[in-house]
Nanobody
């Protein structure tokens, strides 16, 4: 069983930066992937980024490419999402997800989820 806990959300002005963390309580094996999703009020939960634990390879949503960076710390079983040049449209609850076999953008394929952390970007 894996438990995920997000942290690092908050209020920031447009153009600012935040770094989110997702700490996994169980051991993340090399085949796992960890992803970030977000959900704005009244909208569907959408894919943001994913990192494959063994290779470090990453995939991003077009809306965040060039602004967000996902990374991981193997020793700490923690994934990070560095968010730069934040926009008002980035305002959402950000969720961390993990799966042993899946590494894509479909939220329904992820087995484990955190409770989310609020990110609010003001104009």
């Amino acid at each position: 069983q894996v438990q995920l806990v997000e942290s690092g959300g908050g209020l920031v002005q447009a153009g600012g930066s935040l770094r989110l963390s997702c700490a996994a309580s169980g051991r993340i094996f090399s085949a796992w992937s960890m992803g970030w999703f977000r959900q704005a009020p009244g909208k569907e939960r959408e894919f943001v980024a994913v990192i494959r634990w063994s290779t470090g390879s990453t995939t991003y949503a077009d809306s965040v490419k060039g602004r967000f960076t996902i990374s991981r710390d193997n020793a700490k079983s923690t994934a990070y999402l560095q968010m730069n040049s934040l926009k008002v449209d980035d305002t959402a609850v950000y969720y961390c997800a993990a799966d042993r076999y899946y590494s894509g953008s479909n939220r329904y394929e992820y087995t484990y989820w955190g409770r989310g952390t609020q990110v609010t970007v003001s104009s």
